[in-house]
């Protein structure tokens, strides 16, 4: 136990070392003409020591927080407006995949057209239709995971209340701190370390496992190279799925965030009483045509 505590308050401390040595030293990791600046990149990007950074960070952000709350619900409002502006965003790559399908069926059923060329700015881009086809997944996949903080911040999501609605205001807080600080985060962080080095093994070489050293990825320097992966399931199908696995970083590190954001929701209305709930919650609305309908079918 002694060790434990021993390991956490020094990785405690060198996160803050760490962090300075980062932002002092910028080459070191951001000079992507410089090999061993990308194996750094690629090997803190999903470390315990990038883990540290953040936990000070969020450490530091939450002691700031409780002597000024103003600047807390800032952060608050930053996070949230975050959320909802990429998730407002990608939506719309719902009716683009209608649109799109529509269009696919339309030329291959009706017109016969078995390729599509697109060219509005002079340069030509034609794909087979089958191409197109498979490219809907890929604005499925931008709806799951970049509006997926959005549908969290807008109450969307589904809630398992066992005893949830009979305890009072301040334990709900309590227990939205608890489900944030020790689900939200650690399941995200997990996803982050493993699909951080999934992503990198779909667009460099060698490829790199999270449980390498940085010594043992630093002799792979020489032979690093940029691979990105474009094979598609079929011989003219889609072949940007390296695109998923961006994807599958990018909601992994938006719902931390989100997951920062909502624990520092519910301490401020914790501690603020229930007068503060949904303080400076931006929330779509229906209008009042359209709630009428959707209340008349429920």
Known sequence: ?????????????????????????????????????????????????????????????????????KFLWLVVRIIEGFSNGIGRFFAWAGLIMVLQQVMIVFLQRIFRVSEISIGPFG???????????????????????????????QGGHVRVDLFYSRVGFRFKKAIDMFGSLFFIMPTMFLIWLYGWFFMWRHLVTPKFAASESLEKMMRKAS????????????????NAYFLFKVLLVSFALMMIIQGIGFFYRSMLEMIEGPESEGKHLDKDKLNDELAETVAAIH
């Not at 080459?27 to 061993?36: G, H, R, T």
């Not at 032979?223 to 094979?231: A, D, G, Q, S, V």
């Open 123 to 153: 340069v030509v881009f034609t794909k087979d239709l089958s191409w197109f086809g498979e490219e809907l997944k890929l604005y499925n996949a931008m709806v799951v995971a970049l509006v997926c903080a959005y549908t969290f911040v």
């Open 223 to 238: 032979f690093l190279k940029e691979n990105i992966e474009t094979i598609g399931f079929s011989p003219n199908g889609f």
């Open 1 to 69: 136990m002694a060790s434990a505590l021993g390991w956490f308050f020094s990785n405690i401390w060198m996160g803050f070392i760490n962090f300075f040595t980062a932002i002092t030293n910028p080459s070191a990791w951001l000079d992507w003409s410089d090999k061993e600046a990308v194996i750094r990149f690629i090997y803190y990007g999903a470390s315990v020591e990038f883990l540290f950074v953040v936990i000070d960070l969020f450490l530091v952000i939450t002691v700031i927080g409780l002597f000024k709350r």
